[in-house]
Every structure is written in C-alpha cells, then in structure tokens.
C-alpha cells in the first residue's frame, strides 16, 4: 500500500500540467493583505489631516478638513468591508493605490484650497461610481463589444462639442464652461477611457485588417482633434497609447516603426508651417534664462522641491503652494516639497506597480480585451506621470499635463478611476463566478 501511494505521489510530481496548475493557483489565491495595508494608508490620510489643522487655524477650515477626512476615510472602510464581505473580494490591489493617491489630492487640494475640498471629495466619490460602473459593464465581454461603436461615436462628438463652444483657456480650447464657472469639464480626459475601451474591443479578434482600419481612423481623429484643440500634452498620451495598443495586438515592431516616423515627419511640418507651436516650447533647457517669465514655474519648482528633503516639510509649511497652478501643473513638486522625496517617489513606484500588475496577470486573462485594456491603461497612466514630472523638471518639453490622481481636477480623477478599473478587470477574482473556476 506504501508502494502505491509513493508511485502516486512521483506519477503527480512529473506531470508538468498538475504542476503549473499548482503554480497558477497559488500566484492567484495569494492576495495582499489588504485590511493592514488600508490600516496604514488610513493612518497616513489621519496624519495628513492633523498637519492641515495644526497650520491651519480657522474655525472654518477646521470643520472643513473633520468633514471632508472623515467622509473619505468612512467611504474608504465601507468600500472595503462591502465588497470584501458582502461580495466576497480577495484582490484589492488596484483599490489601495486608488484610494492612497486620492487621499494625497484631496490633502493637498484642502491645505491649498480649503474651500475647494468638497468639490474634490465629490470628484473622488464620482470616480468611485464609475470605478463600480464600469467593472460591471466589462464583467460581459459580448456587453462590451457591443458597446464599441456607440462609445466611439460619442467620443468624437463631445470633442467636436468642445472643438465648438470650449473656452480657451491656457492657449488650449479643451474645457467646457458650465454656469458661469460654477462647474468645468475637460472631455479629452473621459475620452482617455473611451480611446482604450474602444482599442481593445475592436482589436479583441483581429481577424481582417477591416477592425485595424477602422480603429486607426477612430485614433487619427481623436488625436487630430486634440491637436486643433492644442491640447499637445493630452495628443501625445493618446498617440502613445495608440502605438502601444496596435503592438499588443500585432506585435510587429516594423509597422511601430512606420507609425512613429510617420509622426515624426507629422510633427516637423507642424513646427514648419505652425511656427507658433514651436513657440511654446521656446523654454525647454532654457528655463533658468526665463526664470521670472515663460520658466517661472518650473524654476520655483525645482528650487522648493528640493528643500523639502526625505519626510517633507508639512502640509502648509511649503512655498509652491502659493505659485500659479501649484495644485495642478506643479503637483509632484508639492509632494516633494511638503511631503518629501520618499512619499514622492512611492507615488511614481506606484505608477510601475499598475504596469506589472497588469503585465503579471494578462497572461491568464479571459480574453485578450482584457490584456489589451488593462496594458493600455496601465500604461497611459505611467507615461503621463513620466511627462509631468519629467515636463515640470525641465528634462522633457513642458506639455502642462496633470499628475494621475494627484493634481486637483474632477475630469482627472474621474478619468483615473475609469482608467483602473479597465486594470482591475483582468484579474479574474474581480469577478467571483471566474474565480472560482481559476481555483478549480
């Protein structure tokens, strides 16, 4: 009897599937600990409000900052604890870091802008919402290859809309005015959502080059719109992400290469025949001869940045805060100069940590619309990071873009929730009825 079961055992052992079946369910039943990890997170977002009360000192900023904290912290917990028991979630990956760089805005918009807070709070919990939304509308594959061409077509009419009746604001015609500046929208941030969703719903079964055309027309439209619009920065994050979403279907590297001579070629006549373009980007390399005029803000940038060391000089202490666009244009220097260089690169780590998350799991992706979206989005999201930072240190042209999740804007950081949550539908324990058939 000893003998068989030990023939058994070494019969399991050389079987290569069983042991890559093995393999796979312990990659995916080994999840985060997400209660300590969002204990901590709390505790920072606990820390942060502490600092803006003790530099603070109005009762109206004080009842502000009780509020505007303990609702975010609150809708954290609940988030949590619903689709953690209720739902029966293990995976909360994509959550933490969501709700952690949140967190980092909302701090910064409210020591900055104490009033503004609620509208930040409001613009978190509306990205919540089409978090939500929107993994139940990829949880059906057929749902979403449905919903290709209306989102396509809707897409290109609210850039037209805004191409018509934007304001130009900043030398870019790419917000929409509501109520007299009661509210703005920037469209070219929720049609980042739409660029991806369409992309990998159309190229999911690339089985004629009929689906490539028809993308490739959708993509030279958004992005030409854009650039009529002169929203240079936000072109170069769709062109980006266009080369990365044709490879990941194609994986031909000589057609990347057409595409971006082609673009190189697009970009020289532009600069020929639109010199004014050109004049944009006149300070690039020069910033410290235009310090106190096209290169201002980059200058104090670098200046403040650098003075807040390792852990920062607190929220309220930095000198940023008071240079024009300090919550937008100039967001990652005030995590440098207030929060410090360890929390600042954390925050760029975490930009990377999407882009593996999504590469470690697209391998085991239901579909490849999944892969692609996911890779897509992750992408979109670190290459916009990199142009922000990398723009406002003087080491790539200044577009003017913001800081994924960080920078103060409702459009933003809706758009950065829809982003995630395309990242988060490839892992098949967002969605219990794949998980379970995973762990089989």
């Given at each position: 009897m000893a003998e068989k079961v030990k023939k058994q055992k070494a019969k399991k052992s050389k079987n290569p599937e069983l042991k890559n079946r093995k393999k796979r369910k312990y990659r995916y039943r080994k999840p985060v600990n997400w209660l300590f990890l969002l204990i901590l997170i709390t505790a920072f977002q606990v820390f942060c409000a502490a600092q803006i009360l003790l530099n603070g000192g109005e009762e109206l900023v004080k009842s502000t900052i009780y509020i505007v904290f303990g609702a975010y912290?609150?809708?954290?917990?609940?988030?949590?604890?619903?689709?953690?028991?209720?739902?029966?979630?293990?995976?909360?990956?994509?959550?933490?870091?969501?709700?952690?760089?949140?967190?980092?805005?909302?701090?910064?918009?409210?020591?900055?802008?104490?009033?503004?807070?609620?509208?930040?709070?409001?613009?978190?919990?509306?990205?919540?919402?089409?978090?939500?939304?929107?993994?139940?509308?990829?949880s059906d594959i057929d749902r979403v290859i449905k919903l290709r061409i209306p989102v396509a077509i809707a897409s290109i009419a609210a850039l037209v809309f805004t191409l018509i009746f934007a304001k130009n604001i900043n030398g870019a015609r790419n917000w929409i005015i509501i109520g007299h500046g009661l509210m703005s929208i920037q469209t070219s941030e929720l049609v980042k959502i739409a660029f991806v969703f369409v992309g990998a719903a159309t190229l999911e079964n690339l089985q004629t080059t009929k689906k490539l055309t028809k993308y490739i027309i959708f993509s030279v439209a958004v992005i030409g719109l854009l650039f009529v619009m002169k929203d240079f920065g936000t072109a170069l994050i769709f062109f980006v992400t266009f080369v990365v979403i044709a490879f990941l279907r194609s994986g031909d590297i000589k057609t990347l290469f057409l595409i971006f001579a082609?673009?190189?070629?697009?970009?020289?006549?532009?600069?020929?025949?639109?010199?004014?373009?050109?004049?944009?980007?006149?300070?690039?390399?020069?910033?410290?001869?235009?310090?106190?005029?096209?290169?201002?803000?980059?200058v104090r940038l670098l200046i403040y940045s650098v003075s807040g060391g390792l852990f920062g000089l607190g929220l309220g202490n930095g000198k940023l805060r008071y240079v024009y666009a300090a919550t937008e244009d100039l967001a990652f220097g005030m995590v440098c100069e207030e929060f410090g260089m360890i929390i600042a690169f954390t925050v760029l780590l975490t930009f990377?940590?999407?882009?593996?998350?999504?590469?470690?799991?697209?391998?085991?992706?239901?579909?490849?619309?999944?892969?692609?979206?996911?890779?897509?989005?992750?992408?979109?999201?670190?290459?916009?990071?990199?142009?922000?930072?990398?723009?406002?240190?003087?080491?790539?042209?200044?577009?003017?873009?913001?800081?994924?999740?960080?920078?103060?804007?409702?459009?933003?950081?809706?758009?950065?929730?829809?982003?995630?949550?395309?990242?988060?539908?490839?892992?098949?324990?967002?969605?219990?009825?794949?998980?379970?058939?995973?762990?089989?």
């Open positions: 912290i609150i809708a954290e917990w609940v988030y949590f604890i619903v689709f953690a028991g209720v739902f029966g979630r293990k995976s909360f990956e994509v959550e933490l870091i969501a709700f952690f760089l949140s967190g980092i805005s909302l701090a910064l918009t409210a020591s900055v802008y104490p009033g503004k807070a609620y509208t930040q709070l409001i613009a978190i919990f509306l990205g919540m919402g089409v978090f939500i939304v929107l993994i139940w509308i990829l082609g673009a190189l070629m697009g970009g020289i006549g532009v600069l020929t025949f639109k010199p004014y373009v050109a004049n944009r980007f006149a300070s690039y390399r020069h910033i410290w001869e235009y310090a106190d005029d096209k290169g201002y803000q980059q990377v940590a999407l882009v593996v998350y999504s590469i470690r799991y697209s391998v085991a992706a239901r579909s490849s619309f999944y892969s692609i979206a996911a890779c897509a989005a992750s992408t979109l999201l670190l290459f916009q990071a990199a142009l922000h930072v990398f723009g406002a240190t003087d080491l790539l042209p200044w577009t003017g873009v913001t800081l994924p999740f960080i920078s103060r804007g409702g459009s933003s950081m809706m758009c950065c929730w829809g982003l995630v949550a395309l990242i988060k539908a490839i892992d098949v324990k967002t969605y219990k009825r794949y998980d379970k058939v995973i762990g089989k």
